[in-house]
């Protein structure tokens, strides 16, 4: 019993430890917040007030990592625009937050909600000076375009040709169109293909290599198999199946078509919300 509590004492210590060096390193890598702007410009008419602005407002608080700094620029903003303040300090807070990873798509919604309790006139003066500071920035990019940068393999067009027999939207690309013939297949999170049968007297079938995201397969009368990148899936020639991305996850696959004889596709009843959804 005491060897059993002196182990517990010890796993506890070095739990400790660990998360003391992990708090010591987060504060030695944070970047410390400093301001001249007060001694810059008031140091000799009013060295009081710049002491305050340079060392306390900045030199603490901002420095407080009771709230993130990304958190202390959006109150910050809506603070100056709620009191009407929409001049230099009001851009400079705007390039603050930008720099501290405010994306145009939030300081956009933050200064919309703002506008319902500030004002109207009020949000027109800041998104006027928003839009001189994001100006540089890219549209925003789609769910789609943003998970197409992981993947190796490009998405391509959507399946419209075969989109009968799928449930949600889906995307395919040509990888190979000799000797064997192989495709990238990308699903939005929830869509699936309906049952089918890759039918052959001999040889034929598919196999399914998992190249980004997360989805299932599933033979008829067994539990659905998890495909992850670099999963491989031997589907058998006549074996009544489905695949395709997880709920909440895009998901792509290389669909490669195995040689045979007498081969073709039949197309079976689809999978149905209800039974998906009891699946996952």
Not at 32 to 39: L, S, V, W
Not at 157 to 163: H, T
Not at 235 to 261: Q, R, T, Y
Request: aromatic share 12%; hydrophobic share 40%.
């Amino acid at each position: 019993m005491i060897m059993k509590k002196l182990l517990v004492l010890m796993l506890l210590l070095a739990l400790a430890n660990t998360a003391f060096a992990a708090n010591q390193k987060g504060n030695q890598n944070m970047k410390k917040i400093t301001q001249t702007a007060g001694r810059n410009q008031l140091g000799n008419f009013a060295p009081d007030f710049a002491h305050y602005n340079d060392d306390v407002l900045f030199g603490e608080n901002w420095n407080n990592s009771d709230i993130d700094v990304k958190t202390r620029c959006i109150i910050t903003v809506v603070s100056l625009v709620s009191q009407g303040m929409t001049d230099s300090s009001l851009k400079y807070h705007l390039e603050n937050a930008k720099n501290n990873g405010v994306t145009r798509e939030e300081i956009a919604a933050i200064l919309t909600h703002n506008s319902f309790y500030a004002g109207w006139p009020k949000a027109w003066a800041a998104f006027n000076l928003a839009k001189e500071v994001w100006a540089d920035d890219s549209p925003a990019l789609t769910e789609k375009d943003r998970y197409a940068k992981t993947i190796m393999f490009p998405i391509g067009e959507p399946n419209d040709g075969f989109a009968q027999y799928f449930i949600g939207q889906s995307y395919i690309a040509p990888v190979s169109s000799e000797q064997v013939p192989i495709y990238n297949v990308t699903f939005e999170p929830k869509c699936r293909n309906n049952w089918h049968i890759h039918h052959a007297s001999k040889g034929g079938g598919q196999m399914l290599i998992g190249v980004g995201g997360r989805g299932y397969y599933q033979e008829w009368g067994k539990d659905p198999v998890e495909i992850n990148p670099g999963d491989v899936i031997n589907i058998p020639a006549n074996v009544k199946h489905w695949h395709g991305a997880a709920s909440d996850s895009w998901f792509s696959h290389l669909a490669v078509e195995i040689p045979g004889e007498n081969t073709s596709n039949e197309w079976l009843e689809p999978v149905t919300d209800e039974y998906y959804s009891k699946l996952f």
